[in-house]
């Protein structure tokens, strides 16, 4: 240990256990940071040293698989560097299904394993009692097998790792207790300790589930929960290899490692038991709970069931110890919103050992860059709201999101925890009409209506669901008449002050309205191009602009463009999300219907498309903007909040003898697959540029004003394309796409989907993806390909579609 404590580091990171350390030495190895970590206890003190040490890769993210991909190349070779082990055996890890509906997502995951390069392979029963003889085989319908994976020594890797970042420059200072922040101007200057303070140029809080309360400290807010999680340690049992695979037996909720001839096995049960809704103790070093054999019996007995062999074997330990838990079950990264330089790594579910070697990697290149090198939207800290700083809510949900750990991933599944907690004021009435609602960050939105007879209750399956015909009904609605959505949870911002223009046209792609009364759709890039948001802006004065976009990139996106206003600009952005309900009237009589409730002008050439006016409905001056999401002549209606009630009765009352229908979100996912507008997040993300997502139109380049990825788009612009958004319908009408299925082209891989699902009006199963060839992706090369996509490892023929599969002639869209 290093013994005086230093006045200053460019990077201080806060906790020593695989994730602190991880991260200190990749900012040492990678970017030659002066890095100094501060361990209140003991380097692996935490949760670090009582792990078991299993390490699994594929996640349902293409970008955090390859996050776990280099954990495992790191963890190989890291002591042909430091000369310490880490344990490292890749055994291969096998998944059991007993089940049908396992089989399908094993099915599925094998898929999405080709479609993010790994070898995964589906074993009969038989296969299986040959890897591993001990196990009983005869309830399986098989199991999946990924050979890649494997496990390590937690504490090994953590001390290794430590060892790389001192010989890289990194100083360790073990006692050094964070008490407190000095923040000036939105940024932390110093950390307080019990050894003294430390000035800094930034802070990363690596402190597990300490990370809360430092975070705390500073204003932060860190949405993790410690709960108790349970394994134990067997003595030798006899025939078993020193080799044999980790096994993960997900319908009995248990896992199993050998380690020295006997088993490590623990699992997830429905009921778990979180630890302290208060602060953790400081003093909480090297320690266990008390064994709760009552709690570990339903482990207990399902691994007996498993491996009937166990009945003869003793048990050696049990390891009872606390791992923060997050309420959606992914960790918690970034930059975060509420400070200028105050980074996240924290929250990692049970698989802060695999994800420690790229958790560390990812965060040192973000905290340096002050971007995230690539997609990591889903761990992405900015993916939480206000909402998360309800303790109790965080609990129960992450209780719930713990208790699914192993459950079968059902396509379109919803939480049932702490809801209703946000809902619009139409909640009751759109209750009253056969709503079934599902959650977006805390709001309540209609996913579909139950028509009279039918309980509004999702029934999931793997195949086509219970809701599937009754979505298809409020799609056609859309498309012959019209719908009315409740999209009240729309994240809404308004940017004020004279240099709003200015600063919009910098921080966004597309050329901002010059006039007052338009809009814009518009994607915002970061320095490489790719896209972090993609919304709309609308004019509504010389100085005064409204700014919607999706629910859940509410904070994400408020950040993205408060951090990106340029220092001397004159501008202010105001969160409004609350102030306005959103009700979308969408289809072919959306104009007619509305017409009947507002004296404002609204014809084709009253009320262009790409408009954004204040017009009266109902008495109620309401900002309403003509743009769509689903392909249909249409306006989207910003009602103040109190007014939306009457707004609402007043279009349902003339609209329903119409054939108004309401609509949820499951048709809006149907009718954009259709018209082939792109769903960020999915199709396109901080890796896409607009010009491989087919948005190159939305995009100012033929203007001379600078903007942020300007630059990176010029230089792609002159460059071959190496992919390009496509759509895909399915030659077969009865698969069920989901994404990540893989995209053959002549009989070789070529992508993967980013969206599936169906589209109701042709009537077929709809996929995109990004199509890849190191060469050059033209229109010629994406249309001259027999296309194949792999649907749960079965093949399916299909057709590549570069226009909208879907394109309404009516008159009003064209306009
Ligand atoms: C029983 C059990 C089994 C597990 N099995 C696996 C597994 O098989 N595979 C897997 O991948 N993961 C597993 N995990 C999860 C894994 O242990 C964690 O995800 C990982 O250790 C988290 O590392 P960390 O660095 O975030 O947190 P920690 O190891 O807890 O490190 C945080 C550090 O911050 C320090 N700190 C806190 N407050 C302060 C302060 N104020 N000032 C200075 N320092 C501070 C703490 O002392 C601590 O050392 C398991 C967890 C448990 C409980």
Redesign the pocket.
Known sequence: MTSAFPAHADVVV????????STAYHLARDHKANVVV??????????????????GQLRSSASITQVLKYSVELYKNLEKETGLQTGWKMTGCLRLATNQDRWTEYQRLATTAQSFGMEMHLLSPSEVKKMFPLLETNDLVGASFLPTDGQAS?SDITQSLAKGARMHGAKFYEG????GFDIVDGFVTSVK?TLGNISCGRVVN??????RQ?GAMAGVNVPLQPVK???VITETLNGLARDAPTIRDPDLRTYF?EEVGGLVF?GYEPNPKSWVLDDVP?SF?FQLFDDDFDHFEQHMSNALLRIPALEDTGIKKM??????FTPDGNFILGAAPELKNFYV??G?????????GGAGWVLADWVMKGEAPTDLWSVDIRRFSALHKDRAWVNERTLEAYGKHYTVGFPHEEYLSGRPRIVSPLYPMLKAKGACFGSKLGWERPNWFAPEGVDPIDHYSMGRQNWFDHVGAEHRAVRETAGLFDQSSFAKFEMKGPDAEATLNFICANKIPSEAGRLVYTQLLNTRGGIECDLTVARLAVDHFYIVTGTGFRTHDFHWIVDHIPSKMNVKLIDVTEDYGTLSLMGPLSRAILQKTTRNDISSAGFKFGDAKMIDVSGHLVRALRVTYVGELGYELHVPIAGLGDVYEALMQIGEPLGLKLAGYRAIESLRLEKGYRAWGADITPNDSPLEAGLGWAVKLKSSVDFIGRTALEAKRVKPLTKMLVGFTTEREDVVLVGRETILRDGKFAGYLTSGGYGYSVRKPIGYGYVRNLGDVTDNYVTTGKYELVVAQERVKAIPHLKPIYDPTNEKIKV
């Open positions: 806060i906790g020593g256990g695989i994730i602190g350390c501060l361990e209140q206890n003991k380097i692996t003190s935490g949760s670090t040293w009582h792990a078991a040490g299993l390490v937690p050094a207790r964070v008490i300790t690596c402190a597990g589930m300490w990370a430092i999680h349970q394994y490692k623990g400081e070093e390891i009872n110890g606390p791992e923060s790594g924290a990692f579910n049970a698989f802060g050992i695999a994800s420690g």
